[in-house]
């Protein structure tokens, strides 16, 4: 368990958005950040964090709290390893007690399986550098590589003991279950026998971007026709190679600083890049590019660089995962290395400036080098010519931006030197066919009558839910200020009638609301906010130095999701930049008396209109014998919502 302090101390020091800017690229938009949101596919941004509310919203799949919440979202870390993770971020010492056998033992599948992958982690790593075979062997191939100790060190490598199951035994002993080990793929159950699956290999730990190990890639050492070259860990719940991309925790800060990644093939040509001092560089792992791949490094920059080595055959395998980052709305640009050269080796032999000179100069747009490279294979050939051409158009169809498009198809023209007019009739052949696949959603599109025919009916708006809602944001961003409030006091004048008198009074905010909504015995109907309503009055009520920020640390998940929802809520315009067009809307802090008592008196104004219709039902009820006295109720409320009304400006 970790204490209560330290818990308190990791919150005081985190920054929501610099912990989430290590996973999203993040933009300012007025007081807040905006992005792509983590969780959904898309290409415009739903994703908002608050600095000042040290929250954070996801419009587009409904979820939101606060930084520990984002970790346990994104990452799946469990509550202490969220405070765990930020407390390295800050360099905070935590105090833990120890864990029962009872407490291990409650670990649920997902985190014995990350605890079973860091204990192997440090096992390998140990066997490395701690002993004769690793050292001999393991050690001696990295050094080859040109890998300096502290890049070994920084990318955790480490070497399998060439033993049938030293590893497995190693594992066993300190308790961990043989159930994990198989689930991992770090060890393989054949009957009663059991194997190290990585057995006499180095070990390239893969990791996600926070850092958890999530599997491993091992690569063999000796010449055996039978084994494979590189070994990845099987799938299991927590590695899925097609989410997940080598040198990705490393590389996120460097490729949201630079805006750019760079994107190879091998876990050496990563930390090769890394040694010689460029960092913003991630791999596929050796498994063809995927678009949730291609979407974690959309999080943190719009723009790829792909290095190829020279081998053509692989180029032209290649192209197909430029069509997926196209089809994503990101810039895509080609390098190649000379013949007989790839990324590790052209790395190791040149320096930082002379390998940074190489990829400016030598960095084409996809469409020059596409061009290039399928033009060589067809120039003799005029049937071959045509299919390179529609290939490179197809390349351009799958691009979202119509603006983008119309520049490569010049661009294609003057390369190809072939008429614009034919490529954009090809583009537009190749659009129809995509519009025809999916024809269901296009004719709803284009039948405008039959939208309005089927429109369903508009769901009615629940004032009362809207009202509490209001309160409850209210008391959260304002509820220990003190303001001056004109009260309104119900009197008779000379003539008998009711009249509204106003009365300045000085309060803090949450009094004023809880004594008014006392004075009138009015409850919250919806129950999510009753809750919400209690807890935060007693919250405001004993702590003066109520914080926004340690208030929403000390609920549970669900009311600090609500939380969110309702604080962002009103700040979801900035996602459309409502300002580029001139449209300004009023901050409520520069007058929260007034929508204090403008909330009242809308839910006042709403609870009479309420009871009025509650006696015209009865009256209709009971027409026989009309009871004079309900209409006198009715008259009395008739007339103070109208006196509500003339405060509100506004007809009710």
């Avoid at 140990?126 to 100790?149: A, M, N, P, V």
């Avoid at 219709?613 to 027409?623: P, R």
Wanted: hydrophobic share 35%; glycine share 4%; aromatic share 10%.
């Amino acid at each position: 368990m970790i204490s209560p302090s330290s818990i308190d101390q990791v919150f005081e020091a985190s920054r929501v958005e610099e912990v989430i800017g290590d996973f999203v690229q993040l933009k300012k938009s007025g007081s807040n950040f905006k992005g792509l949101s983590p969780f959904s596919d898309e290409r415009s941004p739903s994703f908002m964090v608050s600095p000042v509310k040290q929250i954070w919203k996801d419009f587009s799949s409904g979820k939101g709290g606060n930084v520990v919440a984002f970790l346990m979202e994104h990452e799946h870390f469990t509550y202490p390893e969220a405070i765990k993770y930020l407390a390295k971020k800050y360099n905070i010492e935590i105090e833990e007690t120890e864990q029962t056998d009872e407490q291990k033992e409650k670990q649920d599948e997902r985190e014995s399986l990350y605890l079973v992958s860091e204990f192997a982690n440090a096992y390998f790593q140990k066997i490395l550098h701690k002993t004769d075979q690793g050292k001999s062997i393991g050690l001696s191939y990295f050094k080859e590589r040109g890998f300096t100790e502290d890049t070994i060190k920084k990318f955790d490598l480490g070497y399998s003991l060439n033993e049938w199951q030293a590893f497995t035994d190693e594992a066993l002993k300190q308790g961990y279950k043989l159930e994990f080990l198989e689930k991992t793929g770090l060890t393989i159950v054949k009957e009663d026998k059991r194997f190290d699956r990585f057995k006499g290999r180095v070990m390239f730990p893969i990791k996600s971007m926070s850092g958890r190990v999530l599997g491993f890639g091992g690569r063999i050492l000796i010449t055996d026709k039978k084994a494979a070259k590189y070994m990845n860990s099987p799938e299991s719940i927590i590695y899925h190679k097609s989410n997940v991309l080598y040198g990705i925790y490393h590389a996120k800060q460097s490729i949201a600083k630079e805006d750019n990644c760079y994107l190879v093939e091998g876990y050496t040509d990563v930390i090769q890049f890394h040694q010689t001092g460029i960092k913003n560089v991630v791999s596929s792992s050796g498994t063809a590019l995927t678009s949730e791949q291609i979407r974690l490094i959309n999080r943190l920059t719009k723009n790829i660089t792909v290095l190829f080595d020279g081998d053509a055959a692989g180029m032209r395998a290649s192209l197909r995962g430029i069509d997926l980052i196209l089809e994503q709305g990101m810039n895509v640009r080609v390098c190649t290395f000379p013949e007989g050269e790839d990324p590790d080796s052209f790395a190791k032999q040149n320096t930082l400036e002379e390998l940074t000179v190489y990829l400016e100069e030598n960095a084409k747009d996809f469409i020059q080098f596409k061009a290039s490279v399928l033009f060589e294979e067809s120039k003799n050939d005029p049937i071959k010519k045509a299919d390179t051409v529609r290939d490179i158009v197809n390349s351009i169809s799958k691009i979202p931006d119509r603006i983008k498009k119309e520049i490569y198809i010049q661009e294609c023209a003057r390369i190809m030197d072939i008429s614009e007019d034919v490529l954009f009739s090809t583009l537009a052949q190749i659009n129809k066919k995509e519009f025809q696949d999916a024809n269901t959603e296009y004719k709803t599109e284009t039948k405008a009558f039959d939208v309005i025919k089927n429109k369903q009916p508009v769901e009615k708006v629940d004032i009362q839910y809207v009202l509490e809602r209001k309160i409850i944001e209210v008391l959260l961003l304002y509820g220990n200020k003190t303001e001056d409030f004109e009260d309104l006091i119900l009197k008779e004048n000379d003539k008998g009638n009711l009249v509204l008198e106003p009365v300045i009074n000085t309060a803090k905010v949450f009094e004023k609301i809880f004594l008014d909504l006392q004075e009138d015995e009015m409850e919250f109907t919806n129950p999510k906010f009753k809750t919400l309503y209690y807890t935060i009055i007693d919250t405001l009520n004993q702590n003066p130095e109520f914080q926004l920020k340690t208030f929403i640390n000390t609920v549970d998940a669900d009311m600090a999701n609500e939380i969110t929802t309702i604080l962002m809520e009103d700040e979801r315009y900035t996602l459309d930049d409502w300002e580029r067009m001139q449209i300004f809307p009023k901050e409520k802090k520069h007058s929260v008396a007034q929508l204090v008592s403008e909330t009242i008196l809308s839910l006042r104004c709403f609870l009479i209109d309420q009871k009025v219709k509650e006696f015209q039902q009865k009256t209709v009820a009971n027409k026989a014998e009309i009871n004079k006295s309900i209409l006198e109720e009715v008259k009395d409320y008739s007339g103070l919502k109208m006196l509500l009304s003339r405060k509100l400006n506004r007809a009710l």
